[in-house]
C-alpha cells in the first residue's frame, strides 16, 4: 500500500502556472502508475493525466499541451506542470496511484490509491 500527499496547489490568474507535487510514501514507488484526477464544484471527477512505471504519459485532450506530467522515483515524487491555466481549470487535484498494468489504467482511468487532493484556483 502507499500513501499520497499532494501540494503545490493555490491562487493563480488566468495565464499562470503552477506546479503539483505528488509525494508518496513507501519504497516501492516506482512501481506504481501514477494519475492526476481534478474535481470542479458540482462537477463529476475527471482524468487529468498519467504516467508510467517507464515515464510513458496520457493526458486528457483539454489538459493537452498546458500540462506536463514527471516523476522523479528518486525522490518518491510526481509532478505537474500546469501552464497557460484557465478558469475551468478550477478544481481540487487528486493524484492517485497504483500497480495493475498501464494499459488497464489508461483504459479504465481506475486508480486504487488515492491522496487528500490540493485545490487550484485560477483566476479571470
Known amino acids: 500500500q502507499v500513501q499520497l500527499e499532494e501540494s503545490g496547489g493555490g491562487l493563480v490568474q488566468a495565464g499562470g502556472s503552477l506546479r503539483l507535487s505528488c509525494a508518496a510514501s513507501?519504497?516501492?514507488?516506482?512501481?506504481?502508475?501514477v494519475g492526476w484526477f481534478r474535481q470542479a464544484p458540482g462537477k463529476e471527477r475527471e482524468f487529468v493525466s498519467a504516467?508510467?512505471?517507464?515515464?510513458?504519459?496520457d493526458y486528457a485532450d483539454s489538459v493537452k499541451g498546458r500540462f506536463t506530467i514527471t516523476r522523479d522515483n528518486a525522490k518518491n515524487t510526481v509532478y505537474l506542470q500546469m501552464n497557460s491555466l484557465k478558469p475551468e481549470d478550477t478544481a481540487v487535484y487528486y493524484c492517485?496511484?497504483?500497480?495493475?498494468?498501464?494499459?488497464?489504467?489508461?483504459?479504465?482511468?481506475?486508480?486504487?490509491?488515492w491522496g487528500q487532493g490540493t485545490q487550484v484556483t485560477v483566476s479571470s
Open positions: 513507501g519504497r516501492t514507488f516506482s512501481s506504481y502508475v
Open positions: 492517485a496511484a497504483d500497480t495493475r498494468g498501464w494499459s488497464f489504467v489508461v483504459a479504465s482511468k481506475r486508480l486504487a490509491f
Open positions: 504516467i508510467s512505471r517507464s515515464g510513458a504519459s
